[in-house]
Structures are given as structure tokens and as C-alpha cells.
């Protein structure tokens, strides 16, 4: 007989440093991978725009996808046990001041990287949409039966990126995306 993986595998808690540690590192990475891209290719980066139009388009996106998630968790256990498991893994050893670079470094590393340099040097259609939403939901894959948490996270890397495309202004998914990141942490602090 074979044996069955457990449904919630054990995983040893990190602490809180090593996940702070974690965080900025891969922020750190992200970016060198960004700015190497741009030493080998010529990117026409996306504008970012500082404009209060565009933090309130980021804004409303961010709550939007922040809304569609809970829905999404509500209605698909896939998701919600991947989304458990997920956010647990890296919000438990948090404390409140934490949340603000959990929203943050990602919001910002992940859009530069993969909204600002990626989408361009794909390309500015849907296509490049695709191809770099796929990209940052491979980054959230965090084992294999987080499956769920990966579609979800490449259906959220289409949205940021159509709202790149739409605006060409990089500034609103990076808005949405500390919005969604500070919103839901939030959410699940209180929660827990």
C-alpha cells in the first residue's frame, strides 16, 4: 500500500525574524533581478505617475480584489485551506507593525519586477499579461497541495497587470497590491 500525504502537512512555525528576514531578502532578490533584466534587455519601463487619481484607482482595485478573495475563499475550500495554510505560515509570527512591510516589500519588488519589467519586455497585450501573471503565481507556490493559492495569485497578477496596461501607470497595481497585502493581513490578524 502507498502511503497518503496528510492533508495539512506539519510545517515548523518560523519565527518572527526569519520571516521579516525572508520578506526583505526576497524583496532584495526580486529587485536584482529586475535591475539585471534591464542590463540585458532594453525595457521601455511603465511610467509611475503620482497622481491622486491614480492612488485611488489602485485603491479601488485593491479593495475590489481584496473583496473577490473573500468570496473566493468562501466558496472554494481548495483555496481556503491554501490560503490558510499560506497566511498562517507567514502571518502568526508577525506582530501588528509587521504588516505595514508585509504590504510594502512585496507590493513593491513584485510590481517593479513583474508589472514593471517583465509586462514591457514581453509585452504591453495580453500575451505579456499572461505570461508574467503565470510568473508571479509560480512565486506564491509554497508546495504542492498549495496549487489553489498559486491560480489565485496568477489570476490576481492578470488584474494588476491589466490595470497596468490600462492606466500605464506602474503606480496603481503597486497601490492595489499593498492595498490587497495590508487589508487581508489585517483581516486575518483579527481573525486570529
Known sequence: MTEQLPQDPTVESLTRVQIL???AVTAIILLLVARLWLLFDSVSLLAVNLSVNALLIGLGIGLGITTASAIVYRLWSSYQKSADYYLE?????LIWFDLIWLGLLPGLSEELLFRGVMLPAIGLNPFGVF????CFGVLHYSGSQQWAY???AAVIGGVLGISALETGNLLVPIVAHI????ISSCMWKVKH
Do not use: C, E, G
Request: charged share 5%.
Open 21 to 23: 528576514v525572508a520578506m
Open 179 to 182: 492595498t490587497t497585502n495590508l
Open 131 to 134: 505570461v508574467s501573471s503565470v
Open 89 to 93: 505560515l507567514v502571518l502568526k509570527p
Open 150 to 152: 498559486v491560480i489565485w
